[in-house]
């Protein structure tokens, strides 16, 4: 139990473009689902708190309005990089709460965001 | 200041034998939440002992465990019979107060760790 995909799990796209990240958790349902990015050889970095129903809880420095974040259901939460750019380039994880059982957080497999 | 700090930036160790890697933290918190999370190459983050604050035996899970010193705010994992699977990127991540802060998991900065045959 407590699966939590991501889909894509690699996508290239020009600068410029917007992408769309999926998270599901599979097995449970989450209210509360986290954002984390990631650069090479260094911890995560949480980038905010996606909460069922309504708006995301952004951490200090993540734009908002670059980093779109929806979580329209108990089981999905997507981001959305608009206009991306090559700095974006990153390994995106998210993360999904499992209050019901073991109120532990269980991550996707990540997404390797390269954009040229 | 750092709230989780692993301060083993990488480690080997041979087939077999134990390890253990060091986390210590910082919060004022009453209550709180220490993870142990392993990242293989493959990226994903797989989870693998939780230890909560009020506990008051040592977490365990298998050939993992925490050495759990509320005392000194350390806790550290402990991996026995180690297993060139278990070649990996670990960290240790806490959550404090989750009414105050959400939930949110804070993480140390990381161990690699590369078993030798």
């Known amino acids: 139990g407590a699966v939590v995909s991501q889909h894509p799990s690699r996508v290239i796209c020009k600068s410029g473009t917007s992408v769309k990240i999926e998270c599901r958790s599979l097995?449970?349902?989450?209210?509360?689902m986290f954002w984390y990015r990631q650069f090479p050889k260094q911890s995560l970095m949480l980038m905010a708190t996606?909460?069922?129903?309504?708006?995301?809880?952004?951490e200090q420095g993540v734009e908002k309005d670059k980093f779109l974040i929806n979580h329209a259901s108990l089981t999905l939460s997507t981001l959305t990089v608009t206009s991306a750019h090559p700095e974006d380039s990153s390994f995106y994880i998210c993360?999904?709460?499992?209050?019901?059982?073991?109120?532990?957080?269980?991550f996707g497999p990540g997404t390797r965001l390269t954009v040229l | 200041a750092q709230k989780i700090t692993q301060t083993q930036p990488g480690m080997f160790v041979q087939e077999k034998e134990a390890v253990t890697l060091d986390c210590t933290y910082d919060t004022s918190d009453q209550s709180y939440g220490l993870f142990w999370y392993k990242q293989p190459s493959s990226g994903e983050m797989i989870f693998l002992i939780y230890?909560?604050?009020?506990?008051?035996q040592n977490a365990t899970e298998g050939r993992y465990s925490l050495n759990f010193q509320k005392a000194r705010k350390s806790a550290n994992l402990v991996i026995s019979a180690s297993q060139l699977g278990d070649s990996a990127m670990y960290f240790c991540?806490?959550?404090?107060?989750?009414?105050?802060?959400?939930?949110?998991?804070?993480f140390g900065g990381g161990t690699r760790v590369l078993v030798k045959p």
């Open positions: 993360s999904a709460r499992d209050t019901l059982y073991t109120d532990t957080q269980y």
């Open positions: 991540a806490m959550r404090e107060d989750y009414k105050a802060a959400g939930n949110k998991l804070t």
């Open positions: 097995d449970f349902q989450a209210t509360t």
């Open positions: 230890q909560g604050s009020y506990d008051e």
């Open positions: 996606s909460n069922e129903g309504s708006k995301a809880t952004y």
